[in-house]
């Protein structure tokens, strides 16, 4: 099994972001071990900046979510951590209400999907510093983002992760939303999508298992989405990447195997709303998303951080 805590915040004002990860890998019959990730995202600059530490001293505090080590742990309203040459201290608030995204509910029982996924602050502010060797500390205050976990047996065969804050016109907006292809049975499934939109103050759930519609059409470089809602909404969407800005890592499959992980949390993001009845919505994000693409392929261009998921 695996289980992961994550967070990521993003500049109000310049195309830097920050992605902080924390995770448990447990063999059958084995001890469990963790890993903290630290990776900074500056598309002035080109490619990112990461770190990553595995131990297998772990816990969970009585009053937070995972602890790592003597200097890395996550809860409710904070995170902190050392990881290689970054350090952090980050406190986040949010109004949101969780976020599940399966739909229906019952899936979270289910053996399938084989990752769940959940966004405990599906928006959220974060202040704090992230030090870094060598570089000027970011300062976070007022940075807009999100938390989330999620855990599971085994990864999709494929999946986007799309998540976007701070559009121009909405600012209290956000998109949450994960698509995969299962591999069940040697067949390979259409993609799902399950998620949720925010906009003009009220949420919409995007995708469920009986969605019908959803199309992709993806790239290492970004994607183009149309994914169904609640009452005949119908999101169009663009996450494009800043050029060499986007992180790869390499995931190891909880049953065997690997994927590979691209992820630019610095993406444009543009979304086109319809609304049965209403005029169409249009609203962008110039570096406030995050594009994430899980694949197998190995020849998608990106480089891979020179450490691996064990």
Known sequence: ?????????????????????????????????????????????????????????????????????????????????????????????????????????????????????????????????????????????????????????????????????????????WIDVALGRLLVGGWLTPWVANGAISFGGRRHRLGGLLARGVRVAETPAGCEVRIPGQAGLVVHGRATVPPMSAAGWRYGDPGGGEHDVINCSVAAIDLAIDVPGSERTVVRTRHGGVYELGLREHDHGVPIAPFSDD
């Not at 695996?2 to 063999?27: C, I, M, N, Q």
């Not at 599940?100 to 979270?108: A, D, E, F, I, K």
């Not at 976990?149 to 494929?158: I, L, Q």
């Open 1 to 173: 099994m695996y289980e992961s805590f994550f967070l990521r915040a993003v500049s109000p004002d310049e195309p830097v972001g920050a992605w902080l990860r924390y995770t448990v890998h447990k063999d059958p019959g084995e001890r469990p071990w963790a890993s903290v990730w630290c990776t900074v995202f500056d598309a002035r600059q080109g490619g990112p900046l990461m770190h990553k530490i595995t131990t297998d001293e772990l816990g969970v505090p009585a009053d937070g979510w995972l602890s790592i080590g003597d200097d890395a742990a996550i809860g409710p309203g904070e995170a902190h951590g050392v990881c290689g040459d970054a350090s952090w201290s980050v406190r986040f608030e949010t109004t949101e209400a969780d976020l599940r995204h399966l739909s229906p509910g019952w899936l979270y029982r289910a053996p399938l999907p084989r990752t769940k996924l959940t966004s405990p602050a599906p928006s959220a502010t974060f202040d704090g510093e992230i030090a870094l060797a060598g570089r000027e500390a970011l300062r976070l205050k007022g940075w807009r983002g999100m938390v989330g976990h999620n855990w599971g047996s085994e990864h999709a065969e494929r999946w986007i992760w799309l998540h976007g804050v701070g559009f121009e016109g909405d600012s209290a907006a």
